[in-house]
């Protein structure tokens, strides 16, 4: 079914989150509402529900990619090329640490920057319902909801205390 | 025991909208005529030191290593003062000082000047000789390596720092580049829309970005520490014959976080004073830095001496040619110099409480302490290339003093003017103070009376 985008804009946090109480008293499931700001506030000061990330999924993976390919890297040209040095083994850890830091480390890195793409989304070709003004202090609660709803949620959103709702 | 704190003094912080026009709306409150004469001066500075570049190889090519000595001191600079100074914006995070909020973005910008270091850093590629000549492997960290493994790796690892400052940068700045998207103008607007399409500050968004943040900064440490070892064990330590030192690489990498610090409380200074900041950056900010500069400077004659006492000791033949090298003969004055501009001059001025409270003064001993980090990259890239016999077992004759010639002044001018253009140029898109930094400092924070003095109560939810 499809859904449409309502957000409520808020001058106030404290009203923001009455929003995200109301929203959560009427039984909206709480991967459908969430909070917009412009500033980091405390995790859990409107309610929200924060979803689980997959952030750490990322650095971990480039890492054990980047720590195999350095080790088959590193052991298979001494072993392709056999010279005994100073009388250690061919396969000698000390002399695979370098090359297996550095790559493990970078593959970890660039892993990461495309996580952060990823996590967030970039670009975000359907945001839903926004408003510029949040970047300028105030608080979004967007919901989003299936057809037949919409008024509800409006007149839960105004009830809050919102100053504007609007569609998208 | 009741608490005795009691209700707010004045509070004369920015507002969210007040901060959001100084950072925000204007690209920099400098005038902009003035910037852009800025921005010419210091491009022709730029163009003066590729000149000075050029004419270099004309007159030396890339086989004479001594003529080199000046340039890989310079190289070493950078990657000490500005690969350092983002370590400012990691190191107090993650022990939640709210003090550092209004120059984090300050330190992460020093990580634009990386791209300097990174051009910079790869003429190194065709002047350092191989690890094997005339079947002769000489001794090095890369045991029984290919002859060019040290070129292509010390090369891969300074890109990889560089890559990995402005990743931490660019996420950093995602949420101030999404506020330039909605309310900017111009250029920089359309900048900000291509650099954060999709940050619109859900909870999710910003949960990700405090991750992300965390993640790339102890990479960033992992990988600035890691960096300095290879790049001061092969530009330096390998090429002076006889030369073991374990302690040298540490040294390194240890002095890039004291010039880091002095690189950003000289940029904080003047933002501060000449960059229209002085509503966001104060005394506060300057003070913390202050002591840190001051314990960073102590650790650094610890790092020196533990590393001199051993060479100095030992009485070898070896180790006295070192000592020579680096710290007696030919560039005596560059050792005096780093010693009393790194060490006995901060310590001597940062000790004082009056001093570390005041605006001026630690920025002119943080210039001191720059200065003295430069004359330190001399000491030792200099002397290290012009040193004779990278085969031999020891060094058999110390060289005499190498001085710059115009070519290397040329250079010199435009690398500082290189770097001053590039950080210049990425406050003219990216603001020098984190809005949204300040805004959740502002969220979390609040001034308040204890008895008869002012004190500031801090929450930290994190």
Redesign the interface.
Known sequence: MAKTSILGLYEDPEDGAKAMDALHAANMDPNDF??????????G??G????Q?R??RF?VFGAMVGFTLAIVFTAATQLAWP?V??G?PIL?V??ML??T??LT??S??VM??I??LF??????FN?GA?D?R????LI?V?VSVEEGRESEIEAILNNAGAMETKRA | MASRITAAAHDDRPT??EA?ADL?NAPSTAASSTTTRWFLILGAFVVLGVVGFVLKIADHGMDDRRAWGYYVAMVSFLLTTAGGAPMLSIAPVLAKANWVRPVMRVSQLFSSIGVLTAIMSIPLIFLLPPLVEDEVRRRS?????PAYFPHI?DT??IF?LV??GL?LLW?SS??DL??I???GSGRRQQWARRL?????????????????IG??SA?YF??LI?THV?FASDYIHALVPGYKDAIFPMYHALTSLQAGTASVILASYFLWRYGGFNRYIGINQIWNLAKLQFALSLLWFYFFFSAFIVFWYSRTPQNEKVIELFDQGPHLWAFLGALFFCFIIPMWTLMWNFIRVSMRGPAIIAGVIIFGTLLDRIRLGVGAWATEGINDKFLQVVPETVWPDLWDIFMFLGMFAGAAFLFLLVTRLIPAVS??EI??SR??SKPAMYMRSEVEIV?K??
Do not use: C
């Open positions: 969430d909070v917009l700001t412009g500033t980091p506030y405390p995790e000061a409107f929200e529900h924060v979803p990330h952030l750490f650095p010279i040095t100073g250690k000698a000390p002399a370098i090359i830091y550095e480390m970078l970890a890195v990461t920057v996580g952060i996590e967030s989304r970039l670009p975000n945001p926004y510029t949040i970047t300028e202090g979004g967007v | 969210f909208q959001a925000v960290i890369w045991f029984g390596s790796w891969i690892a990889g890559f990995l990743a996420a995602m949420p999404a506020a998207r909605e309310s954060a399409p999709g940050f619109i500050g859900t909870s999710g968004q910003w949960k990700a970005l405090r991750i992300r993640v790339l990479f992992l990988f890691f290879l809005l949204w805004q959740q969220l979390i929450g939810p994190d």
